[in-house]
């Protein structure tokens, strides 16, 4: 079964406006990550969330992590037709382990 | 700059055919990562390694094997490529002392089994 599940799998955005992501997990972690997936590539890695952390940011981008709830969402603010992409949310059990990803957020932003 | 190469980035073989995907990564990485993506399913572990020659299985590991014999060179062999086995399979790699633990990802093999 999927550690993280992303909620929703598909937004449709207009340039300029917010996008928001989340994702569930089941069990303890020790971090959260978010992937970034352009059509037909390779993932890239955009943040990272330990467990003791409760918000990060990185740009045009922040992340919360509720560990009480284990949840975790994303926010890219202002968004550009770039952003259009797959994301993806990955957790860790403990530090430098594997990781289990998610089914991912198709957000398309029209420009 | 991290680069992590995938020998092929679209492969068509038939069912039974034996299958060789390879990844190649040149920052010195001790842990390397195979995963196939199927959509709706997100990326799923089939085998990881975390030293050369060595091993170990992820969720999805039945029909497959890896090989490292090289720090920088992680394997994927299908012996019997199905059906079922089509699909998008995404190399990664990452530094056991990177405290972001960031994986670096290749760009993927689209695997068509007829």
């Known amino acids: 079964s999927q550690q993280g599940e992303e909620d929703p799998q598909a937004l449709s955005i207009q340039e300029g406006e917010n996008a928001t992501m989340n994702c569930s997990y089941k069990?303890?972690?020790?971090?959260l990550q978010w992937y970034r997936q352009n059509s037909g590539r390779g993932l890239v890695h955009l943040i990272l969330?330990?467990?003791?952390?409760r918000e990060k940011h990185s740009g045009r981008l922040r992340v919360t992590l509720d560990t009480s709830k284990k949840s975790s969402s994303l926010l890219i603010t202002a968004s550009r037709a770039a952003d259009t992409a797959s994301y993806f949310c990955?957790?860790?059990?403990?530090?430098?382990?594997?990781?289990?990803f998610g089914g991912g957020t198709r957000v398309l932003v029209k420009p | 700059d991290v680069k992590v190469t995938q020998s092929s980035r679209y492969l068509v073989k038939r069912t039974g055919e034996k299958v060789f995907l390879e990844c190649v990564q040149d920052?010195?990485?001790?842990?390397m990562f195979w995963y196939r993506q199927d959509p709706g399913l997100g990326l799923r572990l089939i085998y990881f390694?975390?030293?050369?020659?060595?091993?170990e299985k992820g969720d999805i590991p039945e029909g497959y094997s890896v090989s490292r014999e090289k720090k920088e060179r992680f394997s994927l062999i299908l012996e019997s490529a199905s059906t079922n086995q089509t699909s998008m399979y995404l190399c990664?790699?990452?530094?056991?002392?990177?405290?972001?633990?960031?994986?670096?990802f290749g760009p993927g093999t689209r695997l068509t089994v007829t």
């Open positions: 390694s975390y030293d050369v020659k060595m091993k």
């Open positions: 990955a957790t860790a059990k403990a530090a430098g382990n594997k990781l289990t």
């Open positions: 969330i330990r467990s003791n952390e």
């Open positions: 069990t303890s972690i020790n971090n």
């Open positions: 920052m010195d990485h001790e842990n």
């Open positions: 990664a790699s990452s530094h056991i002392r990177d405290p972001a633990y960031e994986q670096y």
